[in-house]
Nanobody, 125 residues
Framework: QVQLVESGGGLVQAGGSLRLSCAAS????????MGWFRQAPGKEREFVAV????????AYADSVKGRFTVSRDNAKNTLYLQMSSLKPEDTAVYYC??????????????????WGQGTQVTVSS
């Protein structure tokens, strides 16, 4: 059974940093594109960042570009999201997710079939 478990969320002041982690099991981690998505209260889920199975290609939402960095360690089956210069509008539940098929790169949330339980990030002004 495929499982994703996020950690690292918390409360931080505006301008601060956090590092999210996502531990994966039950799937050949190195064969799958992994993404980060977030959902704020009263809003739809939105794409944040994605990294290809090999780590050789990444993509970011415009709202986080230059502030967030996605990375992965395939030897540890772990995905990361380094968040810097955090803003109150970054407050949301952050989810990691795995793409439906191997060796396939996409930013479309509907193409991801395994999701973590989410971790809360709250940025105070």
């Amino acid at each position: 059974q495929v499982q994703l478990v996020e950690s690292g969320g918390g409360l931080v002041q505006a301008g601060g940093s956090l590092r999210l982690s996502c531990a994966a099991s039950g799937r050949t981690f190195s064969s799958y594109t992994m993404g980060w998505f977030r959902q704020a209260p009263g809003k739809e889920r939105e794409f944040v960042a994605v990294i290809a199975w090999s780590g050789g290609y990444t993509a970011y939402a415009d709202s986080v570009k230059g502030r967030f960095t996605v990375s992965r360690d395939n030897a540890k089956n772990t995905l990361y999201l380094q968040m810097s210069s955090l803003k109150p509008e970054d407050t949301a539940v952050y989810y990691c997710a795995s793409v439906r098929g191997s060796n396939y790169f996409t930013v479309r949330g509907e193409e991801y079939d395994v999701w973590g339980q989410g971790t809360q990030v709250t940025v105070s002004s």
